[in-house]
Structure formats: structure tokens, C-alpha cells
T-cell receptor
Framework: SQQGEEDPQALSIQEGENATMNCSYK?????LQWYRQNSGRGLVHLIL?????REKHSGRLRVTLDTSKKSSSLLITASRAADTASYFC?????????????FGTGTKLQVIP | KAGVTQTPRYLIKTRGQQVTLSCSPI?????VSWYQQTPGQGLQFLFE???????NKGNFPGRFSGRQFSNSRSEMNVSTLELGDSALYLC??????????????FGEGSRLTVL
């Protein structure tokens, strides 16, 4: 089952514009992470935000977390054609004493040169 | 360090056959998780192994099984293949099990097509 629901499902923007993706989840979490996946490849970790943090930056990435609304957003500023990929949020929770990471449905981003 | 290595990268099987996929984690990583990715269901958690023991299991039928060896390498097996098992199977490793907070390192995946 999917813990996170992301929207939009697909996003097409021009190079240089900002891209915003949103993730909503259902249960309490310890951390929320964002991953990127190029078509048919493995996932690459982008950024992790802890449940007691509200905002985090890494290069052109800005992530916010609102635990009261159970939602997060990923902002990519000054997008480039190379940012074209699918982006997934991932939440972790504990199951049987062990961490379990559950991925959202993903947002497919296309950046047009 | 070498990344997570999955073999084979591509394979084609027919219904009823079985398949074994292999995953070598990053050196020093003792936890290996498996995910199934399909266009319709997205990324679904299969199971996680840590120190040769299955720690967590997703909601998949018993046809899906796995194991981990003493060198942390892991295999997953799918028996009696069905058309719906066609998917990209992703393996991910991490350094610690239990109360860990950090990133997963993914392999490039094994693309299984069932005919």
C-alpha cells in the first residue's frame, strides 16, 4: 500500500522555472525523504527532513514539512533539462520494532529546454 | 565504494517459471530491502533482510521469497510466475537495521518480463 500520495502526478515546465511537488501521507512518521528516479533506473536520494524540522535546503532543492497537515513539498528552483525525472517522497515508520520505508506515488517532471 | 549491484538487469520468463534475482549491497551495509515497481502500483515494499534475518515483509503472496547470506548479499525468488509479476525489481541497502534514520542506496534494478 502507498503511504504517500503525490501531486501533481505529472508536471511540465520550461527550463529556468521552479517546480513544486507535494506529498501527503497518512500515519505518523519519523522522517520524510525525497528521491529521484530517471526513467527505468534506480532511485537516488535527494534530501531527508526529520519530523521535528520544518524546512531544509540543499542546493536548488527546498523541502518543507508540515506534520500537522501530514504533508511535505519539494521545490526545485531554476530547473534544468537534466532535472527531468520522477520524484518520490518516502516516509519511514516502525513495524515490529524495525524501520519500514514506504514510497509515494511519484510526480513525473518534464523540463523543456 | 562500489554501489549496489543487481543481476541480471533484464530477463524474460514465461508464466509458471520461477526466477531468482541477486543483489550485492554496498560494502559494510548489512540491510537489504526489495521493492517491486509497476506503472499501476508504484513502488511496493517486498521485504527487508538484516543480518540474514527477514525483519519486515510487505503484502505479497508466498510466491515471493528472499534470503540473505552471511556476506549480506541477498536473493529474491518468485515462483510460479504470473503476467502481473512483470515489473522492475529494485534492491536497496542501508548501513544499519533497527532504529536507523538515513538514506537508502538503490541498485539499477532487474527488469522482469513475464510472457
Amino acid at each position: 500500500s502507498q503511504q504517500g500520495e503525490e501531486d501533481p502526478q505529472a508536471l511540465s515546465i520550461q527550463e529556468g522555472e521552479n517546480a513544486t511537488m507535494n506529498c501527503s501521507y497518512k500515519t505518523s512518521i519519523n522522517n520524510l525523504q525525497w528521491y529521484r528516479q530517471n526513467s527505468g533506473r534506480g532511485l537516488v536520494h535527494l534530501i531527508l527532513i526529520r519530523s521535528n524540522e520544518r524546512e531544509k535546503h540543499s542546493g536548488r532543492l527546498r523541502v518543507t514539512l508540515d506534520t500537522s497537515k501530514k504533508s511535505s513539498s519539494l521545490l526545485i528552483t531554476a530547473s534544468r533539462a537534466a532535472d527531468t525525472a520522477s520524484y518520490f517522497c518516502a516516509t519511514d515508520s516502525y513495524s515490529g520494532g524495525y524501520q519500514k520505508v514506504t514510497f509515494g506515488t511519484g510526480t513525473k517532471l518534464q523540463v523543456i529546454p | 565504494k562500489a554501489g549496489v549491484t543487481q543481476t541480471p538487469r533484464y530477463l524474460i520468463k514465461t508464466r509458471g517459471q520461477q526466477v531468482t534475482l541477486s543483489c550485492s549491497p554496498i560494502s559494510g551495509h548489512r540491510s537489504v530491502s526489495w521493492y517491486q515497481q509497476t506503472p499501476g502500483q508504484g513502488l511496493q515494499f517486498l521485504f527487508e533482510y538484516f543480518s540474514e534475518t527477514q525483519r519486515n515483509k510487505g503484502n505479497f503472496p508466498g510466491r515471493f521469497s528472499g534470503r540473505q547470506f552471511s556476506n549480506s548479499r541477498s536473493e529474491m525468488n518468485v515462483s510460479t510466475l504470473e503476467l502481473g509479476d512483470s515489473a522492475l525489481y529494485l534492491c536497496a541497502s542501508k548501513e544499519y537495521g533497527g532504529r536507523w534514520t538515513g538514506e537508502l542506496f538503490f541498485g539499477e534494478g532487474s527488469r522482469l518480463t513475464v510472457l
